[in-house]
């Protein structure tokens, strides 16, 4: 199995398991439709719904895109498209780009969702964005979400920076070998 089949394949499993996050979505978004509200809340309710077509579309994206992901997850050479058993120095880089997906596929719904609460939570007369951002409690949350943004966006730019990475922490404290040239 080449990696970019590997890669494949796993946008796919992602992309069940996206769907899987989007029925758990629905199910708040069809709270937030059957629960009592003002007259106005109209806007809440498409507001709920955003985090669900995020979730609906990068889904879409993993299932029917998934080789144009692969491609981009797995920077295929010559010397590697003709490996048929994988090992771990070529699965690790895929592994590494999966998991930034993963992150990114929980944190994208989450910002959007908490920056359509905080409009609902805070009225613009009465505050500015300034002064929400500025709450402590705010600025942890995007704080931590930020956080989880870089580390997946880090993960798929950096795969092979991260399997360096996970080389050198599996090797520490090793007795270093010689014997390279025999």
Not at 11 to 26: H, N, P, T
Not at 81 to 90: F, L, V
Request: aromatic share 8%.
């Amino acid at each position: 199995m080449k990696r970019r089949e590997i890669a494949v394949l796993a946008c796919k499993l992602f992309s069940l398991y996206v769907a899987y996050r989007a029925l758990i979505v629905l199910a708040g978004v069809a709270m937030t439709l059957a629960s009592p509200k003002e007259q106005d809340a109209w806007l809440m309710d498409i507001a709920s719904g955003i985090p669900l077509l995020l979730l609906i579309l990068m889904g879409l994206i993993l299932w029917f895109k998934s080789d144009w992901v692969a491609t981009h997850l797995v920077l295929a050479t010559k010397a590697h498209e003709t490996d048929s058993a994988p090992n771990s120095g070529n699965l690790h880089p895929i592994a590494f780009s999966v998991l930034g997906v993963f992150v990114l596929t929980n944190v994208i719904p989450q910002v959007v969702g908490r920056g359509v609460s905080i409009h609902y939570e805070y009225p613009s007369p009465q505050y500015t964005l300034g002064e929400v951002l500025a709450l402590p409690a705010v600025m942890a949350e995007f704080a931590s979400l930020g956080t989880f943004l870089i580390m997946g966006v880090a993960l798929i730019l950096g795969a092979r920076g991260s399997v360096g990475f996970l080389r050198i922490v599996r090797t520490a404290g090793l007795p270093q070998r010689t014997d390279v040239g025999e």
